[in-house]
């Protein structure tokens, strides 16, 4: 077995060109905190919360401190986080003065009392568990009028853009897996929305028995396969990550024409890496190996899906 590993993205759509290169720099910052705690002897679940915390203070990815806003001018945030050990979770959705809701969520988790919280009571739970609410003008990213669109007709139609959710999968020095995954949502989003991140199995899902996974794109589309924990699944199969990434993201376009990518990290400590948008921001850490990062995933870099 091949552990510690640290897979993170920052997220599957059209990066223009003058923002790929503080995406590409962006994950190897994250992947490398997470990598810390990993080799210190931290729990995946540490490690993935670090990594999506170092993500979501990066005011280049909508998550956290770059987040867009709603039609309405606002911020509204989600994230999830579980652990593989355990299956337990933790989840938040449309919180709006919570700088670092992958932090909320990880403890919404440790409470045992509920999974997933929502809105107000989100934050006011926040403050009950000593994490401080910000102004939500700290999380405030590019207004939607600024937001870049890509330079040619890629983009499908119904989709909006951009879809940088940030995730982290991570295997610990004993065995265990986790996955965290933080988003602002998609640009001009009608108030109240909720995409695939923050809901289990879609937007993430970890168990040690299979494997970690975490997808970012197209959230309507991506609920519909249950993607993450479809996953899962297929690695209990025997199916590899890399095999499991490239078939779920056909399926995804070819099932539902949806759109994005997948990070999946197995029990063994195999990697997979798929996305059919443009881009893919990532960054990948095994031991024994450099660094392996960029925008895009080039074809047999992981080994296909044969």
Same mark, same amino acid.
């Given at each position: 077995?091949?552990?510690?590993?640290?897979?993170?993205?920052?997220?599957?759509?059209?990066?223009?060109?003058?923002?790929?290169?503080?995406?590409?720099?962006?994950?190897?910052?994250?992947?490398?905190?997470?990598?810390?705690?990993?080799?210190?002897?931290?729990?995946?679940?540490?490690?993935?919360?670090v990594a999506v915390r170092v993500l979501e203070d990066n005011p280049v990815y909508d998550a956290g401190r770059g987040s867009h806003s709603n039609s309405k001018g606002e911020v509204e945030l989600d994230a999830f986080i579980m652990d593989g050990r355990t299956l337990?979770?933790?989840?938040?959705?449309?919180?709006?003065?919570?700088?670092?809701?992958?932090?909320?969520?990880?403890?919404?988790?440790?409470?045992?009392?509920?999974?997933?919280?929502?809105?107000?009571?989100?934050?006011?739970?926040?403050?009950?568990?000593?994490?401080?609410?910000?102004?939500?003008?700290?999380?405030?990213?590019?207004? #939607?009028?600024? $937001? /870049?669109?890509? *330079?040619?007709?890629?983009?499908?139609? &119904?989709?909006?853009?951009?879809? !940088?959710?940030? @995730?982290?999968?991570?295997?610990?020095?004993?065995?265990?897996?986790?996955?965290?995954?933080?988003?602002?949502?998609?640009?001009?989003?009608?108030?109240?929305?909720?995409?695939?991140?923050?809901?289990?199995?879609?937007?993430?899902?970890?168990?040690?028995?299979?494997?970690?996974?975490?997808?970012?794109?197209?959230?309507?589309?991506?609920?519909?396969?249950?993607?993450?924990?479809?996953?899962?699944?297929?690695?209990?199969?025997?199916?590899?990550?890399?095999?499991?990434? #490239?078939?779920? $993201? /056909?399926?995804? *376009?070819?099932?539902?024409?949806?759109? &994005?990518?997948?990070?999946?990290? !197995?029990?063994? @400590?195999?990697?997979?890496?798929?996305?059919?948008?443009?881009?893919?921001?990532?960054?990948?850490?095994?031991?024994?190996?450099?660094?392996?990062?960029?925008?895009?995933?080039?074809?047999?870099?992981?080994?296909?899906?044969?």
């Amino acid at each position: 077995m091949e552990r510690p590993v640290i897979v993170v993205h920052g997220g599957a759509w059209h990066i223009p060109a003058p923002l790929r290169e503080a995406f590409h720099e962006g994950c190897r910052q994250a992947a490398g905190a997470g990598w810390a705690v990993l080799l210190s002897g931290g729990t995946a679940l540490d490690a993935v919360e670090v990594a999506v915390r170092v993500l979501e203070d990066n005011p280049v990815y909508d998550a956290g401190r770059g987040s867009h806003s709603n039609s309405k001018g606002e911020v509204e945030l989600d994230a999830f986080i579980m652990d593989g050990r355990t299956l337990e979770l933790g989840a938040v959705a449309a919180v709006k003065r919570v700088k670092n809701p992958i932090t909320l969520a990880r403890r919404i988790m440790e409470s045992n009392e509920h999974a997933f919280v929502v809105g107000d009571g989100a934050e006011v739970w926040a403050q009950t568990l000593g994490i401080p609410l910000c102004d939500p003008a700290e999380l405030l990213g590019q207004p #939607e009028s600024t $937001v /870049a669109m890509p *330079e040619d007709s890629w983009m499908p139609p &119904g989709m909006q853009l951009p879809a !940088d959710t940030v @995730g982290a999968v991570a295997l610990d020095l004993a065995g265990n897996l986790a996955v965290g995954t933080s988003t602002g949502g998609t640009p001009n989003k009608r108030p109240g929305r909720v995409g695939d991140t923050p809901l289990v199995g879609c937007g993430a899902y970890a168990d040690n028995a299979a494997g970690a996974a975490a997808a970012t794109g197209w959230g309507e589309r991506l609920m519909r396969l249950v993607l993450s924990k479809s996953a899962c699944d297929l690695l209990a199969q025997g199916w590899t990550p890399q095999a499991a990434a #490239e078939h779920l $993201v /056909a399926q995804l *376009e070819r099932r539902v024409a949806g759109y &994005g990518g997948m990070i999946i990290v !197995d029990r063994h @400590g195999q990697v997979g890496l798929a996305h059919n948008t443009p881009h893919l921001s990532f960054a990948v850490i095994r031991v024994g190996e450099e660094m392996l990062s960029g925008t895009e995933v080039p074809k047999g870099l992981l080994g296909g899906a044969g």
